[in-house]
């Protein structure tokens, strides 16, 4: 990997946007693959962060900035990897669920989900079990995440649940709920294919669905 590669990863870790951008506009001037920036670049920084994260080592404003120098990033390469008809990643469908309007959480789901190479659709905040499966149907993403933290409105994971169930999606569609009052138990009574705690847990819970196979958070020491 070349020097400016892994620069780009540090500058992208710390934040600098501007730095990002530099070094992306240095990378594509150089002749360097728009893929090969993405994923010996960017995509690398961004996974350090979320497990500098998951570790207590990064708070969410460092997980912020470094997201927004990630994007700064993307904009420059994106219309490249669009013309090279790069293959799509992964997508996956996010939204806290109807009658709940937090978002943090399920923000920071979306900033590591496309940090580690996912396409991200974001509903936002009370989003209607008819909302998702409208989007499922429109965008076809391989997975659903839906996040509750209000403790009133888990039941409204298990109606989403069964309204995507009965719209006819393939049953490839996955779905992944997480939120301050979810646990395993209740992600297994409402027919979930995923649980996750905490935004990093998020993505590989993700890969371990995609790859066939439910995923359970891992039990703190």
């Known amino acids: 990997m070349s020097d400016l590669l892994v620069d780009l990863g540090q500058r992208l870790y710390d934040g600098d946007a501007p730095g990002v951008t530099k070094l992306v506009e240095q990378a594509i001037a150089r002749g360097l693959p728009a893929q090969q920036i993405l994923n010996a670049g960017l995509l690398p920084g961004m996974e350090r962060v979320g497990r500098d994260f998951k570790d207590g080592e990064l708070f969410i404003p460092e997980v912020i900035v470094a997201a927004r120098a990630m994007h700064a990033g993307l904009g420059l390469l994106n219309p490249l990897l669009a013309a090279a ?10 939204g806290t669920v109807k009658g709940d309007l937090h978002d943090i959480g399920k923000r920071l789901v979306g900033i590591m989900m496309q940090g580690a190479g996912f396409q991200v659709v974001d509903l936002g905040h009370d989003v209607s079990p008819e909302r998702f499966v409208q989007v499922a149907h429109l965008e076809k993403p ?15 994971m298990k109606a989403t649940i069964e309204a995507i169930r ?5 049953s490839a569609v996955k779905v992944l709920v997480g939120g301050a009052p979810v646990t395993q138990a209740w992600a297994d009574e409402i027919g ?12 590989d819970c993700a890969r371990k669905v995609l790859g066939a196979s439910t995923c359970q958070a891992v039990p703190k020491p």
Do not use: E, R
């Open 85 to 94: 008809a790069t293959p799509a990643s992964h997508k996956i469908v996010l």
């Open 142 to 156: 391989d997975l659903i995440g839906m996040s509750a933290l209000l403790s009133t409105t888990m039941p409204m």
């Open 166 to 170: 009965a719209a006819g999606l393939p």
């Open 192 to 203: 979930a294919d995923g649980y996750a705690p905490d935004a990093v847990s998020a993505v």
